[in-house]
């Protein structure tokens, strides 16, 4: 059986227990988590959310891109979001390649460069930091509590990184 094919069945099992229910558009913490999209994070079960609760905003590396500016501007002027967690993680794929080697391999194959940046770090800390300073300069997003954390993929754990 194909993946998708596996997964068209898991969602008809999901449906017989889900049931119907309506739930609101806008989170009900008012919580908006700009994340990575690693599949080691749970953040649902990690952080005791529900559906409906949050948004979980995600890219590689959980990094302040004009797409996650754009969906916290939404987040927070249509939705009524007032609140941001920054999460990164332990062991990211991130901090595995040099961006100006990979830059080069591509100008190399495909005749261009990326126009946008892919993200390369080597300390997640200063990355969290980064991240929430520049959601926190950005005249689209609204002056609210952002704060920053690193998810341990092996433990489960979070932890808050100083401003």
Known sequence: ?????????????????????????????????????????????????????????????????????????????????????VIHHTRCGLETFDEETLSTELHNELGMRPSFRLGAYRDVDADVRATVATLLASPFISPIEIRGFVFDVDEGSLREVSQ
């Open 1 to 85: 059986m194909k993946v998708i094919d596996e997964l068209l069945e898991n969602n008809d099992a999901y449906v017989a227990r889900h049931g119907h229910r309506v739930l609101a558009t806008e989170p009900s913490r008012q919580l908006a988590v700009v994340t990575c999209m690693d599949s080691r994070l749970d953040l649902f079960g990690a952080l005791g959310l529900d559906l409906g609760e949050a948004h979980l905003i995600r890219n590689a590396g959980g990094i302040a891109t004009d797409d996650v500016v754009r969906s916290l501007l939404l987040s927070q002027r249509l939705l009524r979001t007032n609140t941001v967690m």
